[in-house]
């Protein structure tokens, strides 16, 4: 079995983990292949057998052959694995190394289970919804989706800006805002909950579009059906907006149009058996913790 291992990076306190880690992988048979920058950083701080390593650079490296791809990091990490994976429908697993861990959420102390599920194929996929992005210049090159959310922000020096939307054509609202979020129902636990957008199940079907430091007080956040396509137009006394995918960012002007909706396939996330959304909303948001329960 071979399956694809990516990571931003490590901290020295972590070396003992990720060697814990690799050793695990050994003792499964199963042979990884490496993000190629990872690779470098790792090979030189943990001793490792003499065997040669495969690595990969890009999605074009990632063939029919590679089972599953792990995330070592936090949420963040685990949302770059999506411009890697594309549609090739290759499973995604977050193990956590970072804080909160929505999405990479099995723990270090998990490890052990993690990759012996991985190895006997006892595991639950979940398929995961993603936006699209159309506009009338090119922009994400070819990538333009993203798992967690689309956002429209202004720059960090200019004042409030004017976001034009509509569903299907038909004018929704004007959003007089510091931005606006576009969250698939994974995202609705991420950017779009911090600024009091709901919590969304993950196979809702929807989108929550959640204002970003809204001027009018009465304007909150709503969730619609994805088979909307949600346009915008933007106005404001800047030279530029920043739209983001995820993590990823770019910088626009006003005459660009720009277009969101749902994307032609999924992301596919696995989990062990015995984890699911309500317990990761329990654990993680510590729902249930009340001392009159």
């Known amino acids: ?150 956002t429209i922000h202004k720059k960090d020096s200019s004042p409030m800006i004017k976001i034009h939307t509509y569903l299907n054509g038909e004018f929704l609202n004007t959003y007089w805002a510091d931005g606006l979020i576009v969250a698939t129902p994974t995202g609705s636990t991420g950017y779009s909950l911090s600024c009091n957008g709901p919590v969304v199940f993950p196979d809702s079907r929807s989108f929550v579009i959640t204002p970003v430091a809204p001027h009018n007080l009465n304007i909150r956040p709503i969730i619609v059906p994805d088979n909307n396509i949600i346009s915008f137009e933007l106005e404001g006394r800047t030279d530029g907006f920043v739209i983001t995918l995820d993590s990823r960012r770019e910088i626009i002007s006003e005459e660009v149009q720009l277009a969101i909706k749902k994307e032609s396939f999924d992301i596919k996330l696995i989990r062990m058996n015995e984890n699911h959304f309500l317990q990761t909303l329990r654990g993680k948001l510590s729902w249930g913790l009340d001392k009159r329960n």
């Open 1 to 150: 079995m071979k399956i694809a291992i990516y990571s931003r990076g490590i901290e020295n306190d972590q070396l003992k983990d990720i060697h814990q880690f690799f050793e695990e992988l050994i003792s499964n048979d199963i042979e990884p292949v490496f993000f190629q920058d990872f690779f470098n950083q790792f090979y030189s701080a943990i001793k490792l057998d003499d065997n040669k390593y495969s690595t990969f650079n890009s999605f074009e490296d990632l063939d029919d052959s590679i089972e599953c791809l792990i995330s070592l990091g936090g949420d963040g990490t685990l949302l770059d694995t999506v411009t890697l994976v594309r549609d090739s429908g290759i499973p995604v697993l977050g193990i956590n190394y970072g804080r909160l861990g929505f999405l990479a959420n099995i723990g270090k102390e998990e490890i052990h289970a993690a990759i012996d599920a991985i190895a006997n194929r006892k595991y639950v996929i979940d398929k995961r919804s993603m936006v699209h992005l159309e506009a009338n210049v090119p922009l994400f090159g070819k990538t333009p989706y993203g798992l967690n959310e689309f």
